[in-house]
Nanobody, 121 residues
Framework: QVQLVESGGGLVQPGGSLRLSCAAS????????MGWYRQAPGKERELVAS???????NYADSVKGRFTISRDNAKNTVYLQMSSLKFEDTAVYYC???????????????WGKGTLVNVSS
């Protein structure tokens, strides 16, 4: 019923910047918390950053001060601005959202298919 589509991934040099976007579509009444996760090859998926509907943010220690999460509630979109990128930031980045569907009284845990960020010289 609802979909999350990430965009903005690609190849970037160490020290560079990249901006990821995730747009939710479908029969949506409201989106509560949104976040970005990442999974590097051979490693477990980890939370990178999250943001509540009211704008309260949380970051993994490894990205604090370098990444910024934001959202546009009117556009049902969440962003991840990544700066000072490091080799260890290389991963598939996944968008996550807690979505209330139109006419529903419960929340769906929705995931995007992911976008690859490759930090390499």
């Amino acid at each position: 019923q609802v979909q999350l589509v990430e965009s903005g991934g690609g190849l970037v040099q160490p020290g560079g910047s990249l901006r990821l976007s995730c747009a939710a579509s479908g029969s949506i009444f409201r989106i509560n918390a949104m976040g970005w996760y990442r999974q590097a090859p051979g490693k477990e998926r980890e939370l990178v950053a999250s943001i509540t509907r009211g704008g309260i943010t949380n970051y993994a220690d490894s990205v604090k001060g370098r990444f910024t999460i934001s959202r546009d509630n009117a556009k049902n979109t969440v962003y991840l601005q990544m700066s000072s990128l490091k080799f260890e930031d290389t991963a598939v980045y996944y968008c996550n959202a807690q979505i209330m569907g139109m006419g529903s009284n419960y929340v769906m845990d929705s995931w995007g298919k992911g976008t690859l960020v490759n930090v390499s010289s």
